[in-house]
Antibody, heavy 120, light 107 residues
Framework: QVHLQQWGAGLLKPSETLSLTCAVY????????WSWIRQTPGRGLEWIGE???????NYNPSLKSRVTISVDTSKNQFSLKVDSVTAADTAVYYC??????????????WGQGTRVTVSS | SYVLTQPPSVSVAPGKTASIACGGN??????VHWYQQKSGQAPVLVIY???DRPSGVPERFSGSNSGNSATLTISRVEAGDEADYYC??????????FGGGTKLTVL
């Protein structure tokens, strides 16, 4: 049974870099895509991007220019960086396992979430 | 980008049936997944591939998908079902959009 545990800084100033890490416990690290999703009252749930164990990444086109997702297979961890944050990046960020099926994919399970606030 | 539309809220009495719709252009050609999010918690998958239930999800939860609308149905609603519910698909190219969410209130 896969379990995800995430951590990272919760308070940032505008223009700083958001950095979060998610550790994967139990189950196999290969065979899945490891995703980041954020949630705001205004935009709801928004998929940010994902990576697999071999480093293949997919990004939401709307965020691609500022986002980097990386993986450390030796630690079964993956990470998110968002550059030049603004107040619009204030959100609860979740890591999640994407179960990949041809022409679809769903998220199960999710990490506990990290609330990130961007404020001067 | 592919847009999924959900009603903001649905109310139902205990023991009755709740239906939550998720609209999208030809959504019947896509595989729809549903998540339950209780207050202060992370979302949890309750239906995948239109109507399959993960282990541990009660049989009271079911789903269907046809034409321009998918539906999550919760039979014999209980107070513990009160939550926000989100639908999600793969848009066929590069995004995994979610619906705006529906708040289920148990009266």
């Amino acid at each position: 049974q896969v379990h995800l545990q995430q951590w990272g800084a919760g308070l940032l100033k505008p223009s700083e870099t958001l950095s979060l890490t998610c550790a994967v416990y139990g189950g196999s690290f290969s065979g899945f895509y490891w995703s980041w999703i954020r949630q705001t009252p205004g935009r709801g749930l928004e998929w940010i991007g994902e990576i697999n164990h071999s480093g293949s990444v997919n990004y939401n086109p709307s965020l691609k220019s500022r986002v980097t997702i990386s993986v450390d297979t030796s630690k079964n961890q993956f990470s998110l960086k968002v550059d030049s944050v603004t107040a619009a990046d204030t959100a609860v960020y979740y890591c999640a396992t994407r179960i990949v099926v041809v022409d679809t994919g769903y998220f199960d399970p999710w990490g506990q979430g990290t609330r990130v606030t961007v404020s001067s | 980008s592919y847009v999924l539309t959900q009603p903001p809220s649905v109310s139902v009495a205990p023991g009755k049936t709740a239906s939550i719709a998720c609209g999208g252009n030809n959504i019947g050609t896509k595989s729809v997944h549903w998540y339950q999010q209780k207050s202060g918690q992370a979302p949890v998958l309750v239906i995948y591939h239109d109507g399959d239930r993960p282990s541990g999800v009660p049989e009271r939860f079911s789903g269907s998908n046809s034409g321009n609308s998918a539906t999550l149905t919760i039979s014999r609603v209980e107070a513990g079902d009160e939550a926000d519910y989100y639908c999600q698909v793969w848009d066929g190219s590069s995004d995994l959009p979610f619906g705006g969410g529906t708040k289920l209130t148990v009266l």
